[in-house]
């Protein structure tokens, strides 16, 4: 089985801040969160965890992965997508001029501007991560829990579900909820 889950929030994620890349810890309500997933996944058997080396994804394993004898195993095919300059960026979702824009409210026709990442980036690091790391523990019946972001979370589900860039969103990954795919 296949599991995601998406660090806590950060202070970014309260006032609305693009992070991208941006290397930001985890709030204190963000670590909570994470020590409460511990809590309710605590049942949830799994092989191998798989984690970005951002911080934010590495305190979040930390907290939720307490206590197991487990683990975590850092990949920077697993960073979140890079938005370049526009990261730091506040409510890009309420300026549909911002090049950030489509990224979130039209994924088909969002081309990264310099210095970002596009979806094909993304889609090509986290497709070889599946490919070389994820497959073969599933084809072996392993269960493995890959704790990241919000952006590369979801271009794992497109790839694993099969969905079109314009779904890219169609699941959602809120923070320390724990997907199974």
């Known amino acids: ?3 995601l889950l998406r660090h806590g929030i950060t202070e970014w994620n309260i006032i609305h801040k693009l992070q991208g890349r941006t290397d930001i810890p985890l709030a204190e309500e963000g670590r909570e969160m994470a020590r409460k997933a511990c809590e309710q996944y605590k049942d949830i058997h799994f092989d191998v965890a798989f984690c970005s080396p951002l911080v934010r994804a590495k305190e979040t394993a930390e907290l939720v992965l307490a206590g197991r004898n487990l683990p975590i195993i850092y990949d920077d095919r697993l960073k979140e ?5 526009f990261e730091g960026t506040e409510f890009v979702f309420d300026k549909p001029e ?4 489509k990224f979130f409210k039209d994924p088909e026709h969002y081309v990264a501007p310099a210095n970002a990442e596009g979806f094909a980036e993304l889609f090509a690091r986290t497709g070889n991560f599946l490919a070389e790391r994820v497959d073969p523990l599933l084809a072996e019946g392993k269960d493995v829990l890959i704790i990241g972001h919000g952006a590369m979370n979801s271009s794992i589900i497109c790839q694993k579900r099969g969905y079109a860039l314009k779904d890219f969103w169609k699941e959602g990954i809120e923070n320390c909820k724990l997907k199974v795919i």
């Open 98 to 101: 911002h090049p950030i824009y």
């Open 81 to 85: 997508i890079c938005f370049g300059d």
């Open 1 to 3: 089985m296949l599991y």
